[in-house]
């Protein structure tokens, strides 16, 4: 039998270690801003429903990003091949999400796709797990173990809500992008 939680995959390794760590080493925190929210088609910044940072991802990084996020989507293609019939899909570029310790930063359960930024599948990469709490979450209750270079992979739609828990020491830097 199909559970829901099928269609969600953690993949480990899709990131070599030591770019994740020179993604972090180098970037300009000066240039993170406070991330929005949607609600009701406007973005506003809510830091009780998401308080973290972001910035586009340091171009010379992008190239690596896009060879892992293709072998993502292969990985995902064989796990899950109904997934895909019918798609043509393109990513929508990649964010440096920083979710800072000493600000208790998290999302709050959430789902991606919704009626201005239509969404089909959600990639986030995790570039570091020296940092306390700030797991992924869905349903409230099927927490995901954090490993550097490991990337959470799951339909954008309503079905799967999820957040990033409390961060409580240290800071999580992830690379996120959604296929359309």
């Known amino acids: 039998m199909i559970k829901i939680t099928d269609y969600i995959k953690l993949y480990e390794n899709v990131l070599d270690k030591e770019i994740c760590q020179n ?3 180098d970037s300009n925190f000066n240039e993170f801003k406070r ?11 809510d830091i009780t429903s998401r308080n973290v940072h972001n910035k586009p991802l ?3 990084y992008e190239n690596s990003v896009f060879n892992s996020v293709a072998d993502i989507l292969l990985r995902y293609r064989d ?10 899909c393109h990513d929508t570029g990649y964010s440096h999400l920083l ?13 991606d796709s919704f009626k201005k930024e239509p969404r ?10 020296n940092f306390d709490g700030g ?4 349903f409230d209750e099927h927490i995901l173990e954090k490993k550097v270079g490991s990337a959470v992979v799951f339909p954008s739609n309503f079905c799967f809500p999820h957040g990033v ?8 830097h992830s690379v996120i992008t959604w296929m359309r």
């Open 120 to 129: 089909l599948i959600s990639i986030s990469i995790l570039l570091n797990d």
């Open 79 to 88: 796990d899950i091949p109904d997934f895909f019939t019918g798609s043509q």
């Open 35 to 45: 991330a929005t929210v949607n609600n009701a088609g406007v973005d506003a910044v």
């Open 23 to 25: 993604i972090i080493k």
């Open 99 to 111: 979710y800072r310790g000493s600000e208790g930063g998290k999302y709050k359960t959430h789902t």
């Open 58 to 60: 340091e171009n010379k």
């Open 135 to 138: 797991n992924f979450c869905f």
């Open 165 to 172: 828990l409390p961060v409580t020491n240290g800071d999580r």
